[in-house]
């Protein structure tokens, strides 16, 4: 076949495999379609179907399909990550500045710690530090990777439990924010690449001095104008983000951050986010699993998967918990906030994609992290549900408690 033709067929799949499976597992009522579709690309993946079928996989995914592929998923997650950073309201996040500091901090301090700690474990047998890597570099990254939040994915569950506009969702994706920044500069101190510490600072404080006259350009646009102006803006920050080290991603994220969705209606905005969800976020989730390459290595694995699994939960809970007991929430706020925040998902396999490109870890330590990061995914609407009260996703808002925090 054509390389256009192959392109269609892999779109095919990517469309249509997780949907049949996601509804012969129930559907809405059972399991996020994101779930299945992030597990998908790991099982479409070299690891998987790549071992099992060689032939069918290199036939339908050929490196000028993959190349094709991760052209749209990276222009998918760009604009999802963008609408996602619109529906922060910067200023109520400057206005509980004390609150999301404890809390960011902690969600991220404490996981990292217990992280660090069962990686310093692990590495005292052969076979988890990569041929490039130092042992503290090894230990840093998995206890990284067992602090991130995946923020594309918590924006997905916030949506789907209908908090996402809630000021209960307005308080996690502040949190989870803060963390998804902070650990593209660990890594960047991970990779000991100190001159994107230079570049990280110079973009940050260009991205200060510009962030007030983007905002005042596109509040005072015609209306026509402000989509093409706001998608120029989203180039750029993410073009500079990437440049300095920083990821796209988060580029992307603070590019929406500083805009106010009210600029461009409310409703525009919910359709747009939903057009890029339904369209081509699907071609991300499933983009990311079919570029990981990784090799089981026996009963080892997966123990140690489970290892990071308990310090990685068990982290964002205690995290979460005690800046519950600073601020004053109740037992419902800690559990449900604790476990949206552990959410690891495509994020922590990006993260753990680059620590394994740059052979600081090893294949089986990718695997173990993989693994942990689909368990965490799996894990968290089940279980957040429960603690809501629901028996099925919600058509309307979900009531939770949100008090103010001083």
Known sequence: MSTNETFLLALLIIFALPWAVWRLLGGRSTIPLV???????????????????????????????????????????????????????????????????????????????????????????????????????????????????????????????????????????????????????????????????????????????????????????????????????????????????????????????????????????????DAVLLTVMPVFFLSTGLRTSWSLGGSAVFAAAGLLLVASVGGKLIGTHLAGWILGWDRTERWVIGWLLQTKALIMIIFANILLDKAIISAATFTALLLMAVASTLLTLPVVMRLLGLRSMPEGTVTVVDRDVR
Not at 98 to 108: D, M, P, S
Not at 206 to 231: G, N
């Open 35 to 273: 779930v299945v579709q992030i597990v998908g690309g790991v099982m479409l993946g070299p690891g998987a179907l790549g071992n099992v079928l060689p032939e069918v996989y290199g036939a339908i995914f050929r490196p000028e399909v993959i190349s094709m592929l991760n052209g749209l998923a990276l222009w998918a997650v760009t604009m999802f990550v963008f609408l996602a950073g619109m529906e922060l309201d910067a200023n109520e996040a400057w206005v509980r500045r004390r609150e999301t500091a404890i809390t960011a901090g902690l969600a991220l301090a404490v996981p990292l710690a217990l992280g660090t700690l069962a990686a310093l474990f692990l590495v005292q047998g052969p076979g988890w530090v990569g041929l490039e890597g130092s042992q503290w570099q090894a230990v840093c990254g998995i206890g990284m990777a067992s602090a991130v939040t995946a923020l594309p994915i918590l924006v997905l569950f916030l949506q789907e439990l209908s908090i996402l506009r809630t000021p209960f969702g307005q308080r996690i994706l502040r949190y989870a924010s803060l963390d998804d920044i902070a650990i593209w500069g660990v890594l960047a101190l991970i990779l000991l690449d100190w001159t994107r510490i230079t570049r990280q600072v110079g973009f940050l404080v260009l991205f200060i001095a510009l962030a007030p006259l983007a905002r005042r350009l596109l509040r005072e646009a015609a209306p026509r104008h402000r989509w093409p102006l706001a998608l120029i803006w989203l180039v750029l920050v993410s073009l500079g983000a990437d440049w300095a080290g920083l990821h796209f991603m988060v580029g992307a994220f603070l590019a929406g951050a500083v805009i106010d969705a009210r600029w461009f209606g409310v409703e525009q905005v919910d359709r747009l986010r």
